[in-house]
């Protein structure tokens, strides 16, 4: 069957797609001008010309061939825009939570007095910033020290197998802190005065409270050691000779680390 043929001009702006002339079909000598945008409508401009069917048959064809390779652009659209943003947001969030300060938060307040393995207690005179280890009887009972033993817990704490603690004196604001002048020094035990009720205590904190955290760990019966958080591998240690002063010091044959605390 014969008619009035068809010219189809494909208009598809800022595509891959352009042609000035006839494309290979049989019987096609229809004229195709124009580009591809495959995010513009289609425009079809027909002109009469005696010609079959088939060409109009043909670039049918071609079209639906043409819209079925179609594939998704590679910009984003709001949908990835939007999870772009908040998988960001959400890594810079994580990030800036791991980077904050450690804190910690007292729980309980228990009193005790505190001796090393060889039953020396520790002791103090009024007035002194440094505690002593002897070994006490009768009489000198009364230069046994009570400490309040204040019990913290941290959420983000890298020791789960010990407690952290500081020990103040109990009527007193005197609390054993572990220090140092300077990275050239060694750093050492002292009593220090603090005002503020210790609730929160931050790692770094510009006051320097963290100095007077401890790492409690029990093993055995009844043993403790008291490690610096401040300065981990530094214990509270004692010596073997009586009256001498309580110190920090990295595990050694020559101190005593570990203590009983009694109620």
């Known amino acids: 069957m014969d008619c009035e043929g068809v010219s189809l001009f494909v208009s598809f702006r800022n595509s891959a797609f352009h042609s000035d002339s006839p494309m290979d079909f049989d019987e096609l000598d229809c004229s195709l001008n124009g ?3 495959l995010h513009e409508a289609v425009t079809v401009e027909t002109r009469t010309h005696h010609h079959s069917m088939k060409p109009v048959v043909n670039i049918v064809i ?17 949908h990835e825009l939007h999870t772009f ?9 994580i990030i800036s939570s791991a980077k904050a300060a450690r804190r910690y938060t007292k729980s309980q307040v228990v009193q005790y007095s505190v001796c090393d393995q060889y039953q020396k207690t520790l002791i103090w005179s009024s007035g002194d910033l440094r505690l002593k280890a002897a070994t006490l009887k009768g009489g000198n009972m009364h230069q046994k020290v009570q400490f309040n033993l204040c019990t913290y817990i941290s959420p983000s704490s890298s020791r789960p197998d010990s407690q952290p603690v500081c020990l103040g004196i109990s009527n007193t604001s005197l609390y054993l802190a572990c220090s140092r002048k300077d ?7 002292e009593l220090r005065e603090i005002d503020d009720p210790l609730n929160t205590i931050e790692a770094n904190d ?6 007077l955290l401890f790492y409690r760990k029990e093993s055995g019966v009844a043993n403790n050691t008291f490690e610096s958080v401040k300065f981990p591998g530094w214990f509270i240690s ?20 570990t ?5």
């Not at 061939?65 to 998704?72: F, L, N, V």
């Open 259 to 263: 203590f009983r605390l009694n109620v």
């Open 35 to 37: 580009s591809c945008d």
């Open 85 to 93: 943003i908040m998988e960001n947001v959400l890594e810079e969030r």
């Open 183 to 189: 990275s050239s020094t060694l750093p050492k035990l």
């Open 238 to 257: 004692t010596t073997f000779e009586d009256f001498e002063e309580v110190e920090v010091c990295q595990e050694s044959v020559n101190h005593i680390n």
């Open 62 to 78: 071609v079209m639906h061939r043409m819209m079925k390779s179609y594939k998704q652009p590679s910009e984003f659209g709001r």
């Open 206 to 211: 510009p006051m320097e409270y963290d100095h």
